[in-house]
């Protein structure tokens, strides 16, 4: 079934990078700042993906890595340490913690471990307002203002392409393989000689790459934060919104989501031919098209039949994962 | 002796604190254990019962314990609908994919609620002006307001222990807990009684609401931050099990509390999640295991 | 099913008509752009105001045929856009970068909360777009050396000046006691009074702060008792507000006088007789005698908004004051002109006399003590725009 019409070659896709480090060029720099964010969204959500799809873990609280991650670079590059030092240190701090608390959490089964994972996002947001001497507090740190989204734009077009190919090749590995047997069933897979405690904290720690580079750039863009920007419940599920809206366990499923979230915000806020009603209420009808996906098409709106057609006749057929055909098994397929 | 009375000032007001949260996780942690479903929009029914209570305050000047025979029975009907029209549709699928849709639909309503609310009733707070004159008992200073709240949380959890223990679907719905597969087996009507379930823990949160409504204030973006605190509750307690909200409800208020007090006000939220962690590495399941 | 495929070619409809240009090359209309927090947590103070500012646009447009323009001799309608930040940083830095770069405005007006006006002011400083601050007020805002920024708002940190003031004029108070929520804007008012406040001479009696979610305040009312201030002056939004004031009142806590930083007309409604002669401050009040009232009445009226329920609503207008007395005056719409002439603005707006200062660009206003007695709230100060004696202590 994957072999239907032509598959687009990865020429193609050179082509289609190029085109994207050339964009800041030739456009106006909102769009630059616009797909700055999808990009990030991109990043955090794919990497959500590897724990929540792939591993079969949801990880509610994985803003968390975002968060921890920004409040280093901001520590340390306040204090003078250099851009780069401060985000490797950053990345670094998180990924110890993530190792830290892998161990203990990945102990707890389904629902605990999504919603002690989303307690962690709160308790950091205490922790940044309460430790004053070292995080500023609620005042949060401010950094030396400056301008850039240009590094900004570039910084995370890597990051994000490093977290796709990444998730990309992941199914296609042997690591990949033992994640899935352990989603599927924890036990037979001990059994088969998985060191099932070891790839749990190896799929964590690694998904919590991609998100720590993102906080670290992110601090450094905006040049302020406080714990409500980065530890902020409300923020802390839009990233597993838009996976869960577009896929998990897909590829594709997070680029989509994130990227059909961000143009329909556009689009809702910026034609003004829409009535005033229906843009106040843009969040209700996201919650509605929501708990709809969730009742209809739970696996995301990429496994739509019509949109899987879609994209094998465009030659997309490969990134829809070979994980599809035993996602569809396992989530019951589409409606 | 000044240090006594403020010990019992403090274990007086961790008890009410705790009471408080108890009701609303136990709803909660009932849904999580008969349903497998994280209803991340319970919060939302909380403020909503407080909304609820709020409009009729403001247009009669009733007494809010009075409203709370209106409240009830709307939201045991809420529930009901809430179940049959969102979570029915979900409640057939393998645990891993209830998990996934439980949270995506449960996060899409919490969404639209918050939103619809504000844009209906305004996004400012709102509370509700009914006082009552508090008493002094051995040094202590105690408020009626908040004793009457919390003997009738007593009066509800003993009423929620009977009911559970002495009625038929009180029975049926521990048999549920305990062996789903057997219950069925048995004939219990397990649909039927899952949305009872639902009918009661959205009115439990409902009652949480308008008594939180006499204490604070509410606004259409509370939900969120407190359905956290109930999900803590519920994990620190145990799910399903109506002493574990009780005393994980009193361990975080008693945390909160003493917290603020010895360490400074700034403590008192950040101790009691750390204590949740602690608990959770300790014991993953919770503290006590379903009724 | 075909809704499939329905969907993707909506979404390349969409794509389309977003991406390429938008028309209107010309100038034909001023263009005012700025984003709300129409939803998320600030959406309590402000959420409404796009209401407002329509109306306003309205009101110009129609009542008095635009804005005169020097450089092209005649008045040209406004325009004003309003987006939806949801209370979210990255997502109001997005907007104002779409503001100045596509929408091409000629000016902004600012957001609500500091973490969002700091990298925000800085794609304005980029760009050279002028940008009125409406309702930020972080005294760190203006002193990064920005150009292109000036701020109606007092500063956080002379909050209540009128009221400590009018405390130090009538010679009663002797000891204060302070609490604060522990947000940004709150605590720059608790940490702005304090030393002030000695320097007037009240001596402090307790201070601390709390975190925003606090629901018992057991803890600091015990602290409150002992310390038995003359005047307890509470720094907090209303939730905690209200909060606070209830247990105190079970509590038996009864000082001279209350004072709450943020007591509008939720605070009050939801406290009823409790809020009796609690003194607070606000921006405008009725009663308050300057600028265009009869405007101001009239676009509030149409836009369905009550200034006493949405206290920022006055700040949030005077921006737009500000640039109906500058525009005429400047040059023409370039943003050098511009800047200049919003700069050198010195008139009468209905939050009174408005100047910014020259190299820092906040403004001069101060907030104003008000009392709440018997169900309607006055100005007790400053003396010379009071609507009612100042009632303490507190009968």
Redesign the interface.
Known sequence: MFRKGATLSNGFWLLVLIALLLVPRFVDPYWVVFMLLLFMYVGIGSSFNITAGYLGYVNLGHYVFFGISAYGFAILYSKGVSFGASLLLAVLVTLVFALLISYPFLRLKGGYFALANFGLIKLFGLLAGTLRDFTGGTQGISLAPGYRPYQTYYLFLGVALLTIIVCYYIPKSKFGLALFSIREDEEVAEGFGIHVAGYKMAAYVLSAIFPALLGAGYAWYSAYIVPDVVFGTDKALLPVTMVMLGGTGTFLGPIFGAAFMLIVEEFLWTSDWLPIWIKSLHLTMLGLVLAAVGIFSPAGLVTLRPMTAFFRKVGMGRFLGATHRSLEASLGGPS | MGQVL?LL??VL??V??GGTYALAAFGLSLI?CIA?V?NISHGEFLMLGGLVTYLIF?ATGWNPFLILPIVIPLFILVGFAYQKA?IR??LS?????L???????T??????????A??IW??????????MP?F?AYGV?V????LTILLSIIALTVFLHFYLKKTFVGKAIRAILQNREGALVIGINVPRIVTFVFGIAVCLAAMAGVFYVM???I?P?IG??LT?RY??VV?LGGSGSLIGSLVGGLILGVA??FA??YL???????VA??I??LV??LK??GLFKHV | MKKGGLVLVLAGVLFLSMVLPSGAQEKKEIVIGMTLCLTGIFAVDVGTFDRMVKAWENYVNTKEGGIYVKAFNKKLPVRTIVYDDKSDQATAVKFYERLVTIDKCDVLIGPKSSPITFPVTAVAEKYHIPMILATANTPQIFERGFKWIVGVNSLSTAWSDSYFEMLKDEKQVKTIAYVAEDTPHTREVYEGAIPANEKRGFQTVFKEIAPAGTTDFTSILVKLKAANADVVYVSAFTPFAVTLKKQAKEFGLKPKEWHFTHADKSFSDALGKDANYVTTEYNWLTGMPYGNLKKFHEILNQAKIDPDEYMDVSLHYVPFEVLEVAIPKADSLKADDLMKAIKAVNFESIIGPMYFEPTKGHSSFKQLAVQYIDGKYYIVGPKKIATHKHVYPTP
Request: hydrophobic share 50%.
């Open positions: 403020i000032q403090l007001a961790a009410l604190q999580f497998d994280l403001a969102f549709p979900i699928r393998p645990p891993r994919q998990l996934f849709s439980s949270i995506v639909v996060v899409g309503i919490a969404t639209a609620i918050e939103d619809t504000s844009f305004g996004p400012t707070v709102k509370g509700v002006s009914y006082s508090s002094i200073v408020s009626s307001l908040r204490q604070f204030t606004g973006f969120l931050p956290i999900i803590a994990m909160e509390t603020g007090f400074g006000a700034n403590w008192s939220l950040t999640f750390f949740l962690v959770l590495l993953p399941e």
